[in-house]
């Protein structure tokens, strides 16, 4: 079985389909998002419609979108694009991210937006952190997204960082990020995905037209740093 695995799409339609035509290359056999679909971008709607056939779970920005998220504690940019997103999504698209799971357990691996022990909203961003959340986790490997940074924290190695074409054999637990589909935030603004086979992973990172996404953004009075951010990659 093949896998494409990737994150925080953000409303970023342009970043999602240069992902999956890149994809249709690689023989992918399932496809799975670690979530937050929507959020700071300006296509909520068609990013949802895309990954509906899609193994997701929700993220910090789906939940907030439809309100199962307290979003007093968000930035005043993350908040300004969350009431603009809510008023944005149909009906029908809202009752979709109301039905993703917090969590999916298949057989080699676990899928989380945050982290294995706070699904929703736990970042991972030091050491300290990745190795609390080992014992929540019981498959060999947990993919998860939220922090926009790729990386690989083994029980035995530690942290790595990966970069666009490395691969990595998991050989014993692990937490794996994904890094970003439409919001990366390590330094290199290409759309950024993984792909799984036989406990072997591989990171790729895509360039799309981020400015015709700026232009839809502006158009929709997203806050301009939200804006001027998708071209740096921070």
């Known amino acids: 079985m093949r896998y494409a695995i ?23 056999d399932k496809y799975i998002c ?6 700071y971008g300006p296509d909520p709607n068609e990013c949802i419609e895309r990954v509906r056939n899609i193994h997701t779970v929700a993220g910090n920005h789906d939940r907030a979108a439809i309100g199962q998220v307290d979003i007093s504690k968000f930035n005043d940019r993350a908040k300004a694009a969350i009431q603009w997103t809510t008023s944005a999504i149909t ?4 009752n979709f991210l109301a039905s993703l799971p917090k969590k999916i357990v298949g057989e080699d691996f676990t899928i989380v937006h945050g982290s294995p022990r706070d ?12 190795s609390d959340n080992m014992e929540f986790f019981t498959t ?3 993919f998860v997204g939220h922090s926009h940074h790729p990386f690989i924290y083994n029980q035995n190695d530690g942290l790595t960082k990966v970069d666009d074409g490395q691969t990595a054999e998991i050989t014993s637990k692990t937490i794996i990020n994904v890094g970003s589909v439409g919001q990366p935030r390590d330094g290199d603004n290409r759309a950024c995905f993984i792909t799984l086979e036989d406990n072997r992973i591989k990171l790729f990172r895509i360039k799309y037209d981020i400015e015709a996404v700026q232009e ?18 921070r």
């Open 6 to 28: 990737f994150s925080d799409i953000h409303s970023n339609i342009e970043a999602l389909e240069a992902v999956l035509k890149e994809l249709e290359k690689e023989n992918i």
């Open 34 to 39: 670690c979530g937050d679909i929507v959020g």
């Open 91 to 94: 009906g029908e698209n809202k």
């Open 119 to 130: 699904p929703i909203n736990e970042y991972l961003l030091d050491i300290f952190a990745m």
């Open 140 to 142: 060999k490997m947990c």
């Open 216 to 233: 839809k953004m502006k158009k929709h009075n997203l806050p301009e740093s939200l804006i001027t951010r998708l071209s740096h990659g």
